[in-house]
């Protein structure tokens, strides 16, 4: 029988998944991760049948969920074999979680010295769409500790990470960030205007400024953290009891979230 007989035959059959769905969660998206996990794990070539086969999945649902990871480059197929192999695209999602755990891993035993030096709060996070995803928190203010569980998202623009990432964007796709965000929360004048200020001061002067961040009375510096041709943006961020900050103070933590950046990206390169 060819390939393409093959497929058709597969399409032909009918019968449902054999398992049962767990309604807290997507029978489908669980059944081609379970896909996708069985090509990477056996690190070779399997066919529609030995996949189906495995995983208990019937010729029909096995085909189309194939069929949906190839065309998402997730998947491709040796056209000597016919059978299938890990996609490009599943590769850069594993290199994406790769560069994350390694700028996490470089950056601790930095933010830990900075922060015990500075007398500050230390956060390290990632841009994940509009919003940033707390990686890492170090505790070393002297009167305000704060703790963020990892995993934690906030938006980008309420956060000094999240505006330091967003400064360092062109024109036009901080133009495209705002019209996207902005319009559908149907933000004051006021809110934009301020928003536009605080991106105005870190293109200015290289870290972001908010006086007042997640909870009253802190104040907090952020600065990107340049990773090359990396897709992973990531910042950090000091924070401090906005009393205890004067602009004198402020200017100085400024100078120093952006030499700590420095330090980052130069240990992620070495």
Known sequence: MSKDSESETFLQETGPAERKQDTSTSLVLANG????????????ELSLREI????????TVTHRLVATLRHRNFLEKNPATGKYIIGIESYR???SYTETMKTEAVAKPILQEAGQRLGVNCFLGVRKDTSIVYLYDFSAARRSSIRLAPGTEVPLVATAMGLS?????SEARLKEFKDRVFQDNAVGETFLA????QIEFARKNGYALIRSELFPGVVTVGAKIAQGHSDIEAAISFGLPSDAASEAHL???GESILATARRIEQALTS
Do not use: M
């Open 33 to 44: 991760l379970d896909v996708l996990s069985l090509v990477a794990k056996t690190n070779g």
């Open 52 to 59: 189906g086969h495995i995983l208990g999945l019937s010729s």
């Open 93 to 95: 999602v594993g290199q």
């Open 165 to 169: 990432i967003l400064a360092d964007l």
């Open 194 to 197: 301020e928003f536009d200020a």
């Open 251 to 253: 200017a100085k933590l």
